[in-house]
């Protein structure tokens, strides 16, 4: 298995199901049109053409007033992050810990853009409370005046990648 951007012509995206309707239509149907207008990047977990998992990425901010006050940094108005859009298993694979590795890969791909551009952090928006629990998990915040839209500075994702790399060992 390896990681690596969608490639519509190489991936069966016609087969893949996490069980969620709406992220099965994404992957199938709105994908490649996302990445062909350069809305978002998605990023795949396969294993040869089948698609084990996927994620999607894009620019994003959020209100100043929205996040916790100790992540509040500066003057501006809206705060600079990258926005977890969608994160899928497929059925087959939920349970052996891809999803764990798909966030990490997040988080890798989101270090790598903070080297190279201003951003504080992920922020997610978390289908449902399962969802937001799992997120929470990695030590994403709840962000106020929104329905579960959590967040995650570069520093707290600094160290959940630390961890990741020192168990990988």
Not at 78 to 102: C, E, K, M, S
Request: glycine letters at 10%.
């Amino acid at each position: 298995m390896e990681f690596g951007p969608l490639d519509p012509k190489t991936h069966d995206r016609g087969d893949f199901d996490c069980g969620v309707d709406a992220l099965n239509r994404y992957i199938r149907q709105f994908a490649n049109q996302d990445l062909k207008r350069g809305l978002t990047r998605v990023h795949v977990l396969a294993n040869g053409p089948r698609i084990v998992g996927y994620y999607s990425i894009s620019a994003h901010s959020v209100p100043r007033d929205h996040l916790p006050d100790d992540i509040k940094l500066g003057p501006y108005e809206d705060i600079p992050f990258l926005l977890l859009g969608r994160l899928a298993v497929d059925r087959r694979w939920q349970g052996q810990g891809y999803g764990d590795a798909l966030i990490v890969h997040a988080f890798t791909t989101t270090r790598a853009a903070a080297a190279q551009i201003g951003i504080l952090g992920m922020i997610v928006d978390a289908k449902d409370e399962k969802a937001a629990a799992f997120y929470e998990g990695f030590g994403f915040r709840r962000l106020a005046g929104t329905q579960n839209r959590l967040a995650l500075p570069i520093s707290a994702m600094d160290s959940v990648l630390a961890d990741a790399f020192r168990s990988s060992e």
